[in-house]
């Protein structure tokens, strides 16, 4: 099998330190380059690492001519202080990313959304997100893959003291995530990557959405999968 080429954007996140791992672990993969505002504490014969001015993301066109683009970018309202320059980033970056992508004819464009994603939310967190579902969905992309994560956890490089505390108290009430609640319950970001680097495996043509219960249905699968082989 050929082995693939990867662009990762967003590698210093949550989820896109766990997919950057995962991705240099990966024999099926025989170099990754990562979009980065400065340089991350990782070596590593597989990895490129590219300093980029997000605003002019277009003179980095030639970076875009890979398998798969990974997509974690992302924001809070607190480090973005106003919606202009959330949406700059949540928005904006990852469309003009997905637009090169297209120009490139990668094979499969992976992009990190959220739970409750709706172009008419009454949350603007949520809204501009699904806006950017939306406007994605319209590229001519071959494979378009969409995650839509609820609480993540994991080891942040910052401490954020409402999400901790929003883990902890949905850690108490476990039991309430069922049937169609489950997808509410929170996820390891490793999940969520994991999940990304199947779907990016799978050569899959089309666009395809995945809630977080179905990230984990994926992670449970290939367990089971590593277990009888």
Same mark, same amino acid.
Not at 2 to 23: D, F, H, K, N
Not at 118 to 135: L, Q
């Given at each position: 099998?050929?082995q693939?080429?990867?662009?990762? *954007?967003?590698?210093?996140?949550?989820?896109?330190?766990?997919?950057?791992?995962? /991705?240099?672990? %990966?024999?099926?993969?025989?170099?990754?380059?990562?979009?980065?505002?400065?340089?991350?504490?990782?070596?590593?014969?597989? +990895?490129?690492?590219?300093?980029?001015?997000?605003?002019? *993301?277009?003179?980095?066109?030639?970076?875009? #001519?890979?398998?798969? !683009? &990974? %997509?974690?970018?992302?924001?809070?309202?607190?480090? =973005?202080?106003?919606?202009?320059? &959330? *949406?700059?980033?949540?928005?904006e970056?990852?469309?003009?990313?997905?637009?090169?992508?297209?120009?490139? #004819?990668?094979?499969?464009?992976? &992009?990190?959304?959220?739970?409750g994603? #709706?172009? #008419?939310?009454?949350?603007?967190?949520?809204?501009?997100?699904?806006e950017?579902?939306?406007? +994605?969905?319209?590229?001519t992309?071959? %494979? /378009?893959?969409?995650?839509?994560? %609820?609480?993540?956890?994991?080891?942040?490089?910052?401490?954020?003291?409402?999400?901790?505390?929003?883990?902890? +108290?949905?850690?108490? *009430?476990?039991? =309430?995530?069922?049937?169609?609640?489950?997808?509410?319950?929170p996820?390891?970001?490793?999940?969520v990557?994991?999940?990304?680097y199947?779907?990016? /495996?799978?050569?899959?043509?089309? !666009?395809?959405?995945?809630?977080?219960?179905e990230?984990k249905?994926?992670?449970?699968?290939?367990?089971?999968?590593?277990?009888?082989?």
């Amino acid at each position: 099998m050929r082995q693939r080429t990867a662009l990762v *954007i967003g590698a210093s996140g949550l989820v896109g330190g766990e997919l950057l791992q995962r /991705l240099l672990r %990966s024999e099926h993969y025989e170099r990754v380059t990562i979009f980065v505002r400065k340089p991350i504490a990782c070596n590593h014969e597989k +990895l490129q690492q590219v300093v980029v001015d997000f605003d002019h *993301i277009e003179q980095y066109e030639e970076y875009f #001519h890979v398998d798969d !683009v &990974f %997509s974690c970018l992302g924001t809070t309202m607190k480090k =973005a202080k106003t919606k202009q320059q &959330f *949406i700059k980033v949540d928005y904006e970056y990852t469309l003009r990313a997905a637009k090169l992508a297209e120009k490139c #004819h990668v094979k499969t464009f992976l &992009f990190v959304s959220a739970i409750g994603a #709706h172009p #008419h939310s009454m949350f603007f967190y949520n809204r501009v997100k699904g806006e950017t579902e939306e406007a +994605l969905q319209r590229l001519t992309i071959r %494979s /378009l893959h969409i995650f839509r994560p %609820s609480l993540l956890t994991g080891e942040r490089q910052e401490f954020r003291l409402g999400e901790k505390t929003a883990e902890w +108290l949905c850690h108490g *009430i476990s039991f =309430a995530f069922v049937g169609k609640w489950e997808k509410y319950k929170p996820i390891a970001a490793k999940q969520v990557a994991e999940a990304m680097y199947r779907a990016a /495996l799978s050569e899959k043509q089309g !666009v395809y959405i995945y809630e977080c219960n179905e990230m984990k249905g994926e992670c449970k699968q290939q367990r089971g999968l590593s277990h009888q082989q």
